[in-house]
C-alpha cells in the first residue's frame, strides 16, 4: 500500500480557494489517487479521483503531478460546509480504503 | 435515490454480548465494505462483501464476522464485545469491486457504545 503524507491541518476563509496537498512517493502506476472528506458527525464523502490527468467535477478539481508522486486538491471557493477532515487516498486493484489522519481543513467565515 | 442506510442509528450493548449491525447498499451496487472508526481517528477496513463472496478482510479479530444477502444487503457481527469495540461502524457500498476506479459510497453508521 502506497504511503501518503499530508499536512494535520490547515485554513481557509469562506470564498477562497484552498489547496490541499498530498505526497504519495511510492505510489505505484496503476494506483488510483482518491479524495474522500468526512464532514463532523457524517460517514466519509467521495470527493474526487483521479490516474493521471487533471480531473474537474462539481466539488473539486485534481492536480496531479507529472511523476505521480504528489497531488493536490483543489477547492475553488470554500464554504463553511467544506470544512471536514480531507484523505487522500491511492488505491490499487481494490476497495480497501486506508484513511490516514487527514487534513482538517477550517474555514472562517 | 435512497442512499445506503444502516441500522440502527445507536446501539449500546454490554461488555460479553453479541452484535448485529445491517446495512442496505445503493439500488444496483453489489459490493458491501465495513469499516471501524474509532473516535479521534481514520476509519479502519474492516471487510468487503462482493456477490455474497468475502473480497477482502482487515486486521480484525476472527469475533467480526460478515455476511451479504441476495439482495445485497449486508449483516456485521461482533461476538464477545469488548470496551475496545466501542466505535462508529460504517456501511460503503459500490456498483462493482477491484480496479482501484469505482466510488464508494458511505451510510450515516452505527454507534455503538460497549459499557
Known amino acids: 500500500d502506497a504511503k501518503t503524507t499530508q499536512p494535520n491541518s490547515m485554513e481557509s476563509n469562506e470564498e477562497e480557494p484552498v489547496h490541499l496537498p498530498c505526497n504519495h512517493s511510492?505510489?505505484?502506476?496503476?494506483?488510483?489517487i482518491h479524495w474522500y472528506r468526512q464532514l463532523p458527525s457524517q460517514g466519509p464523502e467521495y470527493v474526487i479521483h483521479g490516474l493521471t490527468s487533471n480531473v474537474n467535477n462539481r466539488m473539486a478539481s485534481l492536480a496531479i503531478a507529472e511523476d505521480r508522486k504528489s497531488s493536490t486538491l483543489i477547492l475553488h471557493r470554500a464554504t463553511l460546509r467544506d470544512a471536514a477532515v480531507y484523505y487522500c487516498i491511492p488505491l490499487r486493484d481494490t476497495d480497501k480504503l486506508i484513511f490516514g489522519t487527514g487534513t482538517r481543513l477550517q474555514v472562517f467565515p | 435515490d435512497a442512499g445506503v442506510t444502516q441500522s440502527p442509528t445507536h446501539l449500546i450493548k454490554t461488555r460479553g454480548q453479541q452484535v448485529t449491525l445491517r446495512c442496505s447498499p445503493i439500488s444496483g451496487h453489489k459490493s458491501v465494505s465495513w469499516y471501524q472508526q474509532v473516535l479521534g481517528q481514520g476509519p479502519q477496513f474492516i471487510f468487503q462483501y462482493y456477490e455474497k463472496e468475502e473480497r477482502g478482510r482487515g486486521n480484525f479479530p476472527d469475533r467480526f464476522s460478515a455476511r451479504q444477502f441476495p439482495n445485497y444487503s449486508s449483516e456485521l457481527n461482533v461476538n464477545a464485545l469488548l470496551l475496545g469495540d466501542s466505535a462508529l461502524y460504517l456501511c460503503?457500498?459500490?456498483?462493482?469491486?477491484?480496479?482501484?476506479?469505482?466510488?464508494?459510497?458511505f451510510g450515516p453508521g452505527t454507534r455503538l457504545t460497549v459499557l
Open positions: 511510492t505510489i505505484s502506476g496503476t494506483d488510483y
Open positions: 460503503a457500498s459500490s456498483k462493482l469491486a477491484g480496479a482501484g476506479a469505482y466510488t464508494q459510497y
